[in-house]
């Protein structure tokens, strides 16, 4: 039986009936067709379906989509404004951070959301903020100054 929730996604309100045990990662995916945020482990532990939930990164693979009516929601989807890219976005690219692109989105989400509770983090505190999400690729020097120089406004 289905259960009908209300919730804000990147600035646009939906009403929808979901299954009980549905994630959010799935409501996203599949029903939303927003493939941005990436299924991986299904565990909490890679970070690529992170999304920003009432201003706090976590994993919406492990978020009930039930869990998530009343709540407002941003995807990386929801990054870009009419101005274009958002600047974490622009710096990931300018520095390289993105390699397969697979962490890239669960990243983002993840330093927007540090970004947006402090402004100039230190390294350490973007590296804590960026712990739960893995890369393979790029060794995490280039996401930390891509972070950092957003941060800075460079």
């Known amino acids: 039986m289905k259960e009908m929730i209300c919730l804000t996604i990147n600035g646009k309100e939906y009403e929808l009936a979901v299954a009980p045990n549905m994630t959010l990662a799935d409501l996203l995916r599949e ?3 927003l493939t941005g945020t990436k299924k991986g482990c299904e565990l909490g532990d890679c970070g ?13 693979c492990l978020v009930l989509a039930v869990q998530a009516s009343g709540k407002e929601i941003t995807t990386v989807e929801g990054l870009e404004t009419d101005e274009g890219l958002h600047p974490l976005q622009e710096k990931f690219i300018e520095n390289g951070a993105i390699q397969c692109g697979f962490c890239t989105s669960g990243m983002l989400l993840s330093a927007k959301s540090l970004l947006d509770k402090n402004p100039k983090p230190d390294e350490t505190e973007i590296r804590t903020a960026i712990s739960g999400n893995l890369c ?7 996401i930390v100054e891509s972070i950092k120089d957003a941060s800075e406004g460079r």
């Open 48 to 60: 690529t379906c992170t999304v920003i939930m009432n201003g706090k990164a976590v994993n919406s």
């Open 136 to 142: 393979r690729c790029t060794g995490y020097q280039k």
């Open 31 to 33: 029903e939303l067709l």
